[in-house]
Nanobody, 125 residues
Framework: QVQLVESGGGLVQPGGSLRVSCAAS????????MGWFRQAPGKGREFVAG????????HYADSMKGRFTISRDNAKNTVYLEMNSLKAEDTAVYYC??????????????????WGQGTQVTVSS
């Protein structure tokens, strides 16, 4: 059983930057593919980015390409999401997710076996 705990959310001004983190425990982190999703009020859960076991391969939703960067540190069992040029529409609860299996582009929430509790990111002046 893998446990995921997000941190680093908060309030940031439009155009600003923020990094959220997800600490994993209870599994072999280096063999777990990771992803970030987000959910805004009244909307469904949206894929943000995914990263392979060793961090070599990544995928991003089109609206995040060039602004968001996903990375991982397997020595720390942690995955990160660096967010730049933030916009009001980026306001959402950001969730860390994980699955055990061969990495691939998996934008569907049901493909993931484990989820964190989420961290709120609010972009507002």
């Amino acid at each position: 059983q893998v446990q995921l705990v997000e941190s680093g959310g908060g309030l940031v001004q439009p155009g600003g930057s923020l990094r959220v983190s997800c600490a994993a425990s209870g599994g072999t982190f280096s063999r777990i593919a990771m992803g970030w999703f987000r959910q805004a009020p009244g909307k469904g859960r949206e894929f943000v980015a995914g990263i392979s076991w060793r961090g070599v391969t990544t995928h991003y939703a089109d609206s995040m390409k060039g602004r968001f960067t996903i990375s991982r540190d397997n020595a720390k069992n942690t995955v990160y999401l660096e967010m730049n040029s933030l916009k009001a529409e980026d306001t959402a609860v950001y969730y860390c997710a994980a699955y055990v299996g061969t990495y691939g582009y998996r934008p569907t929430p049901s493909d993931y076996h484990y989820w964190g509790q989420g961290t709120q990111v609010t972009v507002s002046s």
